[in-house]
Each structure stands twice: as structure tokens, then as C-alpha cells.
Nanobody, 126 residues
Framework: VQLQASGGGLVQAGGSLRLACTASGRALRTYAVGWFRQTPGKEREFVAAIDWSGDSTYLADSVKGRFTISRENAKNTVYLQMNSLKPEDTAAYYC????????????????????WGRGTQVTVSS
């Protein structure tokens, strides 16, 4: 399985970006997907996750009300819509796949995921 995160870039504070996580080699539709972010010298931080059905989503407190996570199984893609961006959102963003099919639990820690994509850099200027 190869995951690819895309959509990062440089944006001014208050702006928006939409990140996409696409997979090759495996369909995403039966698996939970998470988004994490990391800045140099810090641990990887949970941002958002979505269960396999798309019915349940989870957001870190720091992004609630600004970010949403969704999935489009026909395109084998999970999105992270980021609005009202703040400089503190600056980080490399990673998507991750939990390969337990139809899982009843969605994880908010990196250890709950089995595959990781390369990060996409998000930089928010003040």
C-alpha cells in the first residue's frame, strides 16, 4: 500500500487548504484513515480521523470548528478541509491507514495505524 498526501502549500492566516490522501495498492473504503501533523523536534500530533464508513469523524480540539475530514470512496481518497488557518497550524501533515477492516474503533495515536504516506507541508504566514 502506498499513501500519498497532497494539497499542502503556503497560505496566509485565515486562508484555506484542502489536503487529499490517496492510496494505491489497496482500496480505502473498509479502513479508518487518520491525519497527523508534525513540526521539527516535536512528536507527531493527531489532527483528525474518519472511520471506514465515513459516519464517524474525530477532530483534535485545536482544530474543531475549522477543519473537517471526509472521504470519497469512489476516488479512493480522504480529504482534510482546513479553514481559518493559523500560523500554529504550520507543520508537515501525514495521512495514515488502519488496515483493520470495518474497525469499530478509531485511533487518535500514531500506533493505531499501519501505513503512512509522505507528508505534505502546510505553512501559514501571519
Amino acid at each position: 500500500v502506498q499513501l500519498q498526501a497532497s494539497g499542502g502549500g503556503l497560505v496566509q492566516a485565515g486562508g484555506s487548504l484542502r489536503l487529499a490522501c490517496t492510496a494505491s495498492g489497496r482500496a480505502l473504503r473498509t479502513y479508518a484513515v487518520g491525519w497527523f501533523r508534525q513540526t521539527p523536534g516535536k512528536e507527531r500530533e493527531f489532527v483528525a480521523a474518519i472511520d471506514w464508513s465515513g459516519d464517524s469523524t474525530y477532530l483534535a480540539d485545536s482544530v474543531k470548528g475549522r477543519f473537517t475530514i471526509s472521504r470519497e470512496n469512489a476516488k479512493n481518497t480522504v480529504y482534510l478541509q482546513m479553514n481559518s488557518l493559523k500560523p500554529e497550524d504550520t507543520a508537515a501533515y501525514y495521512c495514515a491507514l488502519d488496515t483493520r477492516p470495518y474497525g469499530s474503533r478509531v485511533y487518535k495515536t500514531p500506533g493505531g495505524y499501519h501505513y503512512w504516506g509522505r507528508g505534505t507541508q502546510v505553512t501559514v504566514s501571519s
